[in-house]
Nanobody, 121 residues
Framework: QVQLVESGGGLVQPGWSLRLSCAAS????????MGWYRQAPGKERELVAT???????NYADSMKGRFTISRDNAKNTVYLQMSSLKPEDTAVYYC???????????????WGKGTLVTVSS
């Protein structure tokens, strides 16, 4: 069984920074791309950023500049550093990962349950 658990969300004021973490655990043979998505109230889930196993980042155009994705392969963890936060960044942030649970298994996508980020004064 594979689990992704996000942490680091909370209530912050506009202009503040926040770092989210997402740790994968369980029966893991290999992790491919990892990513962050977010879903604001009343809106569809949208891509924030993804990162390859080699550390190559990819950002949604609207997320470039204030968000930085990184990962620690030794810890099976992906991070999202967010800066200059705005009220419109308020959302539930989800991580996902492409994971192979054994050598000859196919990659499957797993999702965390999300962590709420609220940006408000």
């Amino acid at each position: 069984q594979v689990q992704l658990v996000e942490s680091g969300g909370g209530l912050v004021q506009p202009g503040w920074s926040l770092r989210l973490s997402c740790a994968a655990s369980g029966s893991i043979f290999n992790i491919g791309d990892m990513g962050w998505y977010r879903q604001a109230p009343g809106k569809e889930r949208e891509l924030v950023a993804t990162i390859t196993s080699g550390g190559g980042p990819n950002y949604a155009d609207s997320m470039k500049g204030r968000f930085t994705i990184s990962r620690d392969n030794a810890k099976n963890t992906v991070y999202l550093q967010m800066s200059s936060l705005k009220p419109e960044d308020t959302a539930v942030y989800y991580c996902n990962a492409a994971i192979k649970v054994r050598l000859f298994a196919t990659m499957a996508t797993y999702w965390g349950k999300g962590t709420l980020v609220t940006v408000s004064s």
